[in-house]
């Protein structure tokens, strides 16, 4: 008897101990990707605004020493033709790429790794006056008159305010997040205010009006929305939705912010009437009978009794749906469209921030400026979820305060 | 607990020998369904050798190469200056096999009228500077062109190929892969897009190009991009480190070997030979 009892003793000890090194270990783990994820996020800003291993060289003669990122894509463009509009003299931007070099001279003239190629380089660029060459600063020759241009490293404010994402644009990616923040919380904003009067409805339904049996055959079939794969749902709204949005409005696409906005609706439907209808449920008979008592109708009883007692459970669906909607990549990514514009309207295609993360953190350079962009949106992200659970929480904490 | 610790032995013992025998091929997954057909094939004969294969994109697979944790990285474009720079860096070299040839197709809805375009009329439709289908001889439609994801391997290609290395329109649709291309541009009237030939289906119609100003249209097709006469064409890469090459050269051989390159060409892409 007494051997039992110590052998049980040890059990939950060692039991007890197991579970604190679990909470610690998932304490841990947490810390360290947050830790990661914006360390990674914070060196962009020390990462230069040319790709790695490249500077913009000039004839020394160009009064022109420095160049903004949105001016060097107009030039690449095409868009931007003469020095004059750069505050250089009048004489037509020649751009030089390092590809160019082997079509001027034969291989054989340039040395075995390359070892007379600074030197032509340096040739061709003290020759034209008008020249803008992109080369590795490997290959750069040191003359006199040659010049690099300055260089800063990527500013925070271009990242947080730039309105142009194009993190494989070359020379310059433009690293500009407000249109994927803005497409982010057009896409959730709408998506829950399509979802919320459906949902709550739903809860409402549920909770009072449904006969027992009505409800043991609903409950599970919602539930069961929560339980389909979002790319089951993308493909549905690629397939699907995307054709009747397209149609019924009369617009030249389909993939616009709307169609994303309408299946993250049906993908939050499920959490928020979950949430709502036990917050509903939550409400004490007593207080429903009182009502009841005071001859209030049903109807009156649900909207000046239940629904302001459950007030608080329902904010913790809504906050909850809109965290539903913000992370949610794969379905969204196969119906807005990615176009990463500055939103103007909804039937225009958006791009999201967890689309963008999903379709190019494969295919980024590791390490580079676009790797480390992408995490930095990763962190947007994360602060964004953060406030959202940390918002949940408090609500959550005023219902038991009110409720004693 | 005994029994327990003795399961756990076995595991890791079994997965040790698993990682030493292995050759692990990861990256681009529009080499992806080269690399699993040539690896079933490789392993039914060679049953000593064990190839794993992954996609996750042409970056991830030479990210993992530089960091040593596959053997072959493939992808869908040259290896770039920087990642160049960092395999310099860490005193490796790498050696690059061209294993097919894969060609672009550009698509339009199969309603659409116009059925062949020029590289200048392409390079106008994607940065933006072309709008109406009745500017390159169609009816009054706006068009939509679609592009694949900013940092896929195709989206660059098609960018340093079709329009002259100048950026697509800023706000250009883009679709994360080329059956969400397809099916999009199925279902809209205006649109255009690219995708590779071995995706091109009848619910797309797909476009004749003119590289010469016009002067003589090819349609995308196998024969056509194998006598070179059709222009949008690009090489798929394996990389392999120089001192794996012991490791590594039975597949790389298998895989430019006739049958390699007829699984090549069952897949449908272009074979090398």
Redesign the interface.
């Known amino acids: 008897m007494q051997k039992r009892k110590i052998i049980r003793r040890i059990l939950d000890n060692i039991t007890e101990k197991l579970l604190t090194i679990s909470g610690a270990v998932t304490g841990i783990a947490i810390l360290f990707i947050t830790f990661f994820l914006f360390t990674e996020g914070a060196a962009l800003f020390q990462s230069p605004q040319f ?4 500077a913009l060289y000039v004839n020394s003669s160009n009064p022109v020493n420095t160049l903004q990122p949105e001016e060097t ?1 107009a030039i ?3 868009e931007i033709t003469n020095w004059n509009e750069l505050g250089g003299k009048d004489g037509e931007i020649k751009i030089f ?1 390092i590809d160019d070099a082997f079509q001027i001279y034969p291989e054989s003239e340039l040395g075995e790794n390359y070892e007379l190629l600074p030197a032509k380089l340096g040739e061709i660029i003290s020759k034209e006056e008008n020249i803008l060459a992109f080369l ?1 600063t ?1 290959y750069a020759s040191q003359g006199t008159t040659v010049k690099a241009l300055t260089a800063k490293n990527i500013q925070p404010k271009d990242y947080f305010l730039g309105k ?1 994402w ?5 020379p310059v990616p433009l690293f500009g997040v407000l249109p994927l923040v803005l497409g982010t919380l057009l896409v959730s904003i709408v998506a829950l205010l399509i979802a919320l009067p459906l949902g709550l409805g739903v809860a409402i339904y549920l909770s009072e009006l449904a006969s027992d049996r009505q409800r043991r055959l609903l409950k599970p079939v919602i539930e069961l929305l929560a339980g389909i794969p979002s790319v089951v749902y993308g493909f549905f709204g ?2 699907v939705l ?2 009747i949005v ?1 149609k019924a409005l009369n617009l ?4 616009t912010a709307f169609t994303g906005s309408l299946l993250l609706a049906i993908m939050a439907l499920p959490t928020i009437i979950s949430v709502a209808e036990d917050a509903l449920r939550n409400t004490p008979r007593a207080m429903r009978e009182a009502s009841l008592a005071l001859g209030a109708t049903q109807w009156q009883t649900i909207y000046r009794v239940v629904i302001p007692y459950a007030k608080s459970g329902i904010s913790a669906a809504v906050v909850l749906g809109i965290g539903r909607a913000i992370g949610e990549t794969m379905a969204v ?2 119906v807005t ?5 500055m939103p103007q309207s909804l039937m225009e ?1 958006v ?1 999201t921030i967890p ?1 963008t993360i ?11 400026a ?1 790797y480390q962009a992408l995490f930095l949106l990763g962190c947007i992200l994360f602060v964004f979820a953060m406030i959202i659970s940390i918002s949940a929480e408090i609500i959550s904490k005023k219902k038991n305060y009110k409720a004693h | 607990m005994k029994m327990k610790k003795q399961i756990l032995l076995g595991l890791t013992l079994c997965s040790l020998a698993f990682t030493t025998s292995a050759q692990k091929i990861k990256g681009s997954e529009t080499v992806l369904p080269i690399s699993e057909k040539a690896a079933q094939v490789f392993m039914k004969s060679n049953s000593a050798n064990k190839v794993t294969v992954t996609g996750g994109g042409s970056g991830v697979g030479i990210s993992a190469l530089i960091e040593g944790t596959t053997d072959i990285a493939q992808a869908s474009r040259k290896i770039k200056f920087s990642e160049r720079q960092k395999l310099q860096e860490s005193g490796k070299a790498v050696k690059e096999i061209t294993v097919a040839i894969d060609a672009l197709a550009v698509i339009v809805h199969p309603g659409n009228k116009v059925n062949k375009l020029t590289k200048e009329q392409l390079e106008g439709i994607f940065t933006g500077k072309i709008k109406n289908w009745k500017e390159v001889g169609g009816e009054d439609l706006k068009i939509v062109p679609y592009a694949r994801e900013t940092s896929s391997g195709t989206y660059e290609f098609f960018k340093e190929h079709v329009l002259s290395n100048k950026n697509y329109m800023s706000g250009i649709m883009s679709m994360p892969a080329n059956g969400s291309i397809i099916q999009s541009v199925s279902q809209t009237k205006g649109a255009i897009a690219y995708v590779g030939l071995a995706y091109l289906n009848s619910s797309v119609q797909a476009v004749s190009v003119s590289f010469n100003k016009g002067k003589s249209f090819t349609a995308p097709s196998v024969a056509n991009a194998k006598n070179k006469t059709y222009p949008v064409v690009r090489p798929l890469f394996y990389y392999y480190l120089t001192k794996s090459e012991s490791k590594v050269k039975k597949f790389i051989d298998f895989s430019l070997s006739s049958d390699g390159q007829k699984i090549v060409e069952e897949v449908g892409y272009i074979s090398v030979k």
């Open positions: 790709e790695h291993g490249y894509k690449f463009d095409a790429r590795p490997q142009e194009l993190p494989t644009a070359t690629l397939v995307v054709p397209q030249p696409v389909g993939e990514m196969m469209g990615n176009a990463a514009v295609s791009r689309a999903a379709a190019e953190l494969g295919e980024a350079p590791a390490g580079g676009h």
